[in-house]
């Protein structure tokens, strides 16, 4: 591996660079923003490449950074220099080269991370190769099964909803469904999300149910595995829990919880 200035034109932007969204991360510095601080200060972190046969470039990480310095006009730029790799050990240095950076987009993240189980089909090999954890891998994986029109919106500022929920929405309903689902659930905070979603069991009937809960406060708490544990009255707090494990129907629970004293 070696670091030297390369013409900018010698660069193309390879097919396995995992970062595929140029907005993302844009929410706090745009392209033109980038351009101008390399502008005054200078590039300070090298693109990475692999050098082709015929004396190009294929650019693996840095895309944004290359995108900003040829606006700028510049002719060469700093790049570290990779030995030629098979396409799926130049996709995992991409992923290493981006996973731990808060603006990649979590699709192009749960792509890099299947083009990477595809080749070894083993969660250990990919954890191993990554330095990330299994569940956080099937996590991202899961936002696949999302339906595409939700994928296409997923953004880094939490996405049409945070990771966390994203990934529930994707296990537990259908992606037919989870436009419907979304459009119930998305104002709430993460935390509230994830209940409904869970609680529901993949009912869209729950979903409206649970989600009358959340505006009337039920789940402004925080919930232990264990159970409920805010602090509110034991009369209420019963009667919640039987509700949220389906022992009586939304109505019977307002009824109840109308008639109490407090």
Known sequence: MEVKEIELTSVVISQFNTRKDLDAGTEDASLDELASSISEKGLLNPITVIKKENGQFDLIAGQRRFIACRRLGLKTIPAIIREKMDDTDATILSLIENIHRADMNPIDKARAYKAIYDKYGNYDKVAKETSVSIPTIKRYLSLLNLSQSIQDRVNTSEGVLGIESLSKLAQIFRPEQQENVLQQIGAFKQNIQVEIIKRSEGDLNRVTELKQLAIEGAFDTVMCKEGLCFDMPTELKD????????????????????????
């Not at 009667?239 to 407090?262: N, P, R, Y």
């Open 239 to 262: 009667e919640v829990k039987k509700f949220l494990k389906g022992d009586q129907t939304f109505q019977a629970f307002k009824d109840k919880i109308g008639s109490m004293k407090f």
